[in-house]
């Protein structure tokens, strides 16, 4: 059975146990994997921690020579206790391709650590990341994972019930895909995890990212369904029945500096509330009463409608009397008839071309035919038929999300979850991905277009009934205090760019407000994102020490 669902470890190791008996005594160690355009992210990033007093040793993972030339390995391992590891040689991909963020999951699997954490190239921190193992979450249950950015509310219940194990397990359903605060879940740019305690977890994330991640035969794969890696852990666990991992509980967060300031809406007084429930109580009454009304009337379909017009018109041009007008004939029509029936004598008009006040040609078109009311009447039931798409919309901000877009309220027991749910079959949700779904708010394009240069100093933090916008590429994650511990995004302003300059960090904000709720993200391009709330604070001055070392040593790779 393990041959069968993990056949690409054979070149490297002969068995499975064989493998999950070399990690026992392996050690603790960082896993990077990276490319010849991440080299610099790479170095940097190992010096920063080398500086911070991290004596871990460190693998680079790559995928053959394309992937980290010969000369870029070289010089990475100049580092001490740094070596470079393809895993290209250690993996059979026939008939599938390890490529991209894929090797991620297979560099922690096949590095030579028991305990690892596994960093994107782009990671940086604000202290010794060997503290990481020393986290409450990591010690109880040997599996460290961090939450990305609240954002794009999506209920994804419905998602869990079909792919995960029957109970769905209480962590699943304290997830936020589960309760539909945030269609992202999982930021995979650092995780911890005891490979040696989690062989069979571990093992299913890096087949979600193997054989099963674009699933060529079927057109569907893993990676329909999130984006790259980012979900593949916590899933994989969850397939496996292994809930012994631990969500990290600091925020996410921005940092940088302010774009600008946007008002906070004071909320209504207590009286200014009575009044308005008051008006709309008296609106539901009014409504009531004329949805009565309505229904009392007799009620005719479109069609029925053109129907009806349709024997009245065919009537009138067979000469035939009508008994009484029909109930679309106004009281002017009804007039006219009756005047009509009182001269006799008088010639009726023709259809045909007359002049109008001013001597111009009026065009007075003959009536509709019976066969133009039938294409009417098709065209009107064909179009009521043919359901029309209506582009999504999803807020950015997690707030008030409504009740009508989750499910019902989580099964308390198990004998409930056990209860077969009829469901729509599953959908790709990779079209829902934030990459596919940035909403352009007006304070999110006012803070991108923003040239203000007083909004800076200690004065920004005493700010009163104002939200600061602070806009960067870079994710920041904060401790369980509120202070920073490390983020993503490198430290440009656009790392896709060699030429973009290096970002200012000033202030820092988590992406909750004062009062609880979750603040709004607005997300650009090159992953430029801007949060707006009002808990600014500013970096100490080890955290700048830190960003300044980090510079420095930029600059110098």
Known sequence: MSTILFPWTTPYFSDHMTLHGHMYNAGRGIVISGSNDQAPYIKTAISSFRAMGCTLPVEIMYLGDDDLSEDTRAELETIPDVITRDIEQMVNDQGWELKGWAGKAFAAFLSSFREVILLDADVLFFDNPELMFEEPGYVDTGALFFRDRVVFPQDKKSFLRKILPKPVSGKARQSRWWSGESGEYQESGVVVVDKWRHFLSVFLTARLNGPDRD?????????????????????????????????????????GTVSNIEPIEKPKDKEEEKKEEEKTDEDLKLNVLDTAAIEQQPHKTDAEEFKDQLDSLTKLENGESQESPT?????????????????????????????????????????????????????????????????????????????????????????????????????????????????????FDTALNAKHTNLTGPAMLNLTNQYAVLCSPQLLHLSLSGRPMWFNGWIQQNKHEAASKVSTFEFYMGEKKKDGEWAEWGIGANNMCCLKSDGLKAFDEKELNALKMIESIAYES
């Open 327 to 443: 109930e679309t004939q106004n009281e002017e029509t009804a007039g006219e008839e009756r005047e009509d029936a009182e001269n006799p004598t008088e010639d009726k008009k023709e259809p045909s071309e007359s002049t109008g006040a001013e001597g111009e040609t009026e065009f007075i078109y003959p009536p509709t035919t019976h066969d133009d009311v039938l294409r009417a009447v098709e065209a009107a039931e064909a179009e009521q038929a043919t359901p029309q798409f209506k582009e999504p919309e999803h807020p950015v901000s997690a707030q008030n999300i409504s009740a009508t877009t989750t499910d019902a309220p989580a099964a308390d027991s198990e004998e409930e979850l056990a209860t077969p749910v009829p469901e729509p079959a599953v959908k790709s949700e990779r079209s829902l991905s934030r990459r596919h779904l940035a909403k352009r708010d007006d304070w």
């Open 215 to 255: 699933d060529s035969d079927a057109g569907k794969g893993t990676y329909s369904f999130w984006w790259g890696d980012k979900e593949t852990w916590w899933i994989g666990f969850e397939l496996a029945g292994d809930t012994d991992y631990h969500f990290h509980q600091g925020e996410a967060g921005n940092m």
